[in-house]
């Protein structure tokens, strides 16, 4: 089967930096995996790289058979949505509008079929609404809610696209336990049948999660593996898992 996301060679320098060194990742159809790595290591710039906001200097990126290297964000819309590490909702729109953008981007590109549609995407974002435990703020602005809740929300956009390819920076950051564990059986849910790359700090969440987790380290991925082996790692023990993230 065609690769989810194929990387290789992804190098990204800022200035005399190279922040990516040389990035190989490869990512089955279906798969979830997670990116874990120390402060700095890159993780963040490796999804901007991905999801064009920021042009490889070398390497390629292949989604799907596609290669997208250096395409920008509005180019590859549909086949991949992404979360940031810090929240990036529309602050003066409502709660439930947020959410009719991100399922007015998903489906039909035309025009007319999303008007025709337009119901199917006030449904879409209901339920998106729903899962994410929002429903009694639908109204609200945005910029109204808790820290905690816009963290819901920015994960809501990501998931109410039906982009086959999702990234999500750090999902359950600044979330309570419990706002993260409800995070993560909605991430679960709504993550079936596609594939999710996600960087997490938190290891239970990790380990719980993935099928598959890829260590960066000082912009080179050290080890990817299933998380049973990555556990076992020796490198991974002494570059990471040994260390206070
Ligand atoms: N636009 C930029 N210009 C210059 N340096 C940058 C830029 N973006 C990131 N960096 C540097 O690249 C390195 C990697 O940053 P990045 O944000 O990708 O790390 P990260 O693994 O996501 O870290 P964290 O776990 O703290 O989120 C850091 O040293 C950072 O200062
Ligand atoms: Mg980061």
């Known amino acids: 089967m065609t690769a989810a996301l194929d990387l290789r060679g992804v190098v990204k320098r800022f200035g005399a930096t190279d922040v990516l060194r040389g990035v190989d990742l490869h990512m089955a159809q279906g798969e979830r995996h997670a990116i874990i790595g120390p402060n700095g290591a890159g993780k963040s710039t490796l999804f901007d790289v991905i999801s064009g906001r920021?042009?490889?200097?070398?390497?390629?990126?292949v989604a799907r058979g596609v290669d997208i290297t250096g395409r920008p964000p509005q180019r590859v819309s549909r086949?991949?949505?992404r979360s940031f590490q810090t929240t990036s909702v529309f602050g003066g729109l409502s709660v439930l509008d947020n959410l009719r953008c991100a399922a007015l981007g998903?489906?039909?590109a035309r025009v007319v079929d999303r008007w025709l549609h337009s119901r199917a995407i006030d449904?879409?974002?209901r339920a998106m609404l729903d899962a994410i435990g929002l429903s009694s703020r639908a109204d609200d602005a945005a910029a109204r809610l808790a820290y905690a809740?816009?963290?819901a929300l920015d994960l809501g956009i990501a998931l109410a696209t039906d982009a086959p390819l999702i990234l999500l920076d750090e999902p359950t950051a600044g979330m309570n336990r419990a706002e993260a564990a409800r995070?993560?059986?909605l991430i679960r849910a709504t993550t079936e049948g596609r594939t999710l790359l996600v960087v997490e700090h938190?290891?239970?969440?990790v380990f719980a999660l993935a099928d598959r987790i890829s260590v960066l380290v000082r912009g080179r991925v050290i080890a990817s593996d299933t998380p049973a082996?990555?556990?076992l790692n020796a490198d991974v023990q002494e570059a990471y898992l040994g260390a206070a993230p």
């Open 202 to 205: 938190d290891m239970d969440a």
């Open 54 to 61: 920021t042009r490889p200097d070398e390497g390629r990126i």
């Open 79 to 81: 086949m991949l949505a």
């Open 183 to 185: 995070a993560l059986s």
């Open 106 to 108: 998903a489906g039909s």
């Open 149 to 151: 809740e816009q963290r």
């Open 229 to 231: 082996a990555i556990r």
């Open 123 to 125: 449904d879409r974002a």
